[in-house]
């Protein structure tokens, strides 16, 4: 019983925040959406907001990460780092149940301070990411430093918003996403951006920087 409420609580949290935003859902709303009488269920199970968050970003990287760590182990360039770091999301997205909320939480995750500091803070819970990663940055040596991790950063913004929005228009129009041919699409478009040719900066402009933390952190 416990197992199947605290399982309600992650996808009735994971839907609602996918829809409305992590801040504007209440811990009460979450327990009445999963059928739950016991309006602290959220405190009850995961010790409360931060405790359901790190559950659900857990259940995601659960999902992605031994995957992950056998394409890295094969992977022998960069277009296969990339591709080790995402076609795992998006061949689990397509393992989901239609409709599915996944990427759009995990792309609400990127807008809510505290889920992104939880995320940020999970590189030990995801190590074939965050080798992944810093592989990626390592593989774009011929580049300034600062642009390779910058771009690596903006790599990670454009799946988890790209994910959500196919996502959302397989939501509304009722069709399956086509996840498989979704996640080679990105890889291939990634791999482009990261080796795009580099622009020299204007005189006194001052050069991109990373996201400051290479702990490779991504659900």
């Known amino acids: 019983m416990g197992s199947n409420a605290r399982e309600s ?36 199970y995961f010790g409360g907001r931060e405790g359901l968050l790190r559950a659900l970003l857990d259940r995601q990287l659960d999902s ?3 995957e992950r760590a056998r394409l890295l182990a094969a992977s022998d ?7 080790a770091l995402i076609l795992p999301v998006t061949d689990d997205l397509a393992a989901l149940p239609t409709p599915s909320w996944r990427a759009r939480f995990l792309n609400q995750v990127q807008h809510d301070p505290v889920a992104a500091a939880l995320l940020r803070a999970s590189g030990d819970r995801a190590p074939a990411a965050t080798r992944i990663v810093r592989s990626i940055i390592e ?3 011929h580049l300034d430093r600062a642009i390779a991790e910058g771009r690596a950063s903006l ?9 959500a929005q196919i996502e959302e228009r397989a939501h509304r129009s009722g069709e399956p996403a086509q996840w498989p041919g979704a996640g080679h699409f990105l890889c291939d478009a990634i791999a482009g951006m990261l080796q795009a ?13 990373g996201s400051g933390d290479e702990s490779g952190a991504t659900a």
């Open 9 to 44: 609580l992650l996808d009735a949290a994971e839907r609602l925040f996918a829809e409305d935003g992590i801040a504007h859902v209440s811990d009460r709303r979450v327990a009445e959406a999963a059928g739950n009488t016991n309006h602290s269920a959220v405190r009850y």
């Open 64 to 66: 992605v990460e031994p």
């Open 77 to 83: 360039s960069l277009l296969g780092d990339i591709q």
């Open 139 to 141: 593989r774009m040596q």
């Open 155 to 163: 790599m990670l913004h454009v799946v988890t918003t790209a994910c």
């Open 197 to 209: 040719p580099v622009t020299p900066f204007p005189p006194g402009a001052p050069a991109p920087s």
